[in-house]
């Protein structure tokens, strides 16, 4: 099952909007962090992760060294039931991190989009009419990473206020899953005669 999140977006009249996403599932929550020799560790009971599986952080501050929502791999050194280490490259070494984590982080793997459809609309929030349509481009399929785009002549029809819009990754069977959803809040702009 592909869960949802949410994700709250600015469009701003009469421009281009662009964002890249990247599509995951299986997404936990990090109990911990540990950095023994510049070499982090990372616990989660249970986590279900085996060497080469990849992986991508995602939350708040993770320690300096590790990239938010990039692929990482899992590798055998320090594998247990309870813990993980992960490499930048598949069957490489640990990456080397410094520093410590704060907030809350998540684990999750990268959802190969390949034979996915992707399609995302904006829609009023009390009236769910559907006002717009996003144009998405698949950019690394094993990897979950696609690009959502707005042009200026789609954004300027919008009357600024707040609508709600979702996204939708169908696969080659013709399962649906609702992947992201949000807020999408259009502000004017003055610059324009």
Known sequence: ?????THNIIIL???????VFRATNNRQALSGV???AGTPTFSLACHGLSAGNKVVFTGDELPCGIT?????????????TDAFQVSATEGGSSISASGTASGTFYVAQPLNLTGY??????KQINTTTQVA????VIIDAPNGEFK??????ITEALTPKAY???LSLTNLSGERYYWVKGTATVQSTYSRN
């Open 68 to 80: 938010l929502n990039v692929v990482y791999y899992v590798i055998s050194a320090g594998l247990t």
């Open 117 to 122: 459809t992707i399609d995302a609309d904006i």
């Open 148 to 153: 959502l785009s707005l042009t200026p002549a």
């Open 13 to 19: 009249q009469n421009s281009s909007w662009n964002a």
């Open 133 to 136: 349509t996003f144009t998405p």
């Open 164 to 166: 709600g819009y979702d």
């Open 1 to 5: 099952m592909i869960y949802p999140a």
């Open 34 to 36: 540990t950095i023994d």
